[in-house]
Nanobody, 125 residues
Framework: QAQLMESGGGSVQAGGSLRLSCAVS????????VGWFRQGPGKEREGVAH????????YYTDSVKGRFTISQDSAKTAVYLQMNSLKPEDTAMYYC??????????????????WGQGTQVTVSS
């Protein structure tokens, strides 16, 4: 059973930073795409950043380019999301998810089969 566990959420003021972590416990996910998605109040779940773990190729949705950075550790046990210059509109539950590399860069969450429980990020103005 694949396990993904997020941590690092919290409350910050606009302009602040947070670093989210996603612990990936299943070794066979090392060849998958791992992505961060978010779902704000009353909104649909949307893709934020993806990393194809084999090549370290990264993808970002336009609203976070230049502010967020996705990365993974060398042992491939965790994926991180460094979030800088946070805005109130970044407020959401953030989830990490794993899926086939085919879906890297595709922001539709339907292609991702394995999900964590989420971590809340709240940005106040």
């Amino acid at each position: 059973q694949a396990q993904l566990m997020e941590s690092g959420g919290g409350s910050v003021q606009a302009g602040g930073s947070l670093r989210l972590s996603c612990a990936v416990s299943a070794y066979w996910l090392s060849t998958f795409c791992v992505g961060w998605f978010r779902q704000g109040p009353g909104k649909e779940r949307e893709g934020v950043a993806h990393i194809y773990r084999v090549t370290n190729t990264t993808y970002y949705t336009d609203s976070v380019k230049g502010r967020f950075t996705i990365s993974q550790d060398s042992a491939k046990t965790a994926v991180y999301l460094q979030m800088n210059s946070l805005k109130p509109e970044d407020t959401a539950m953030y989830y990490c998810a794993a899926g086939s590399g085919f879906y890297c860069g595709d922001w539709n969450p339907d292609g991702f089969d394995y999900w964590g429980q989420g971590t809340q990020v709240t940005v106040s103005s």
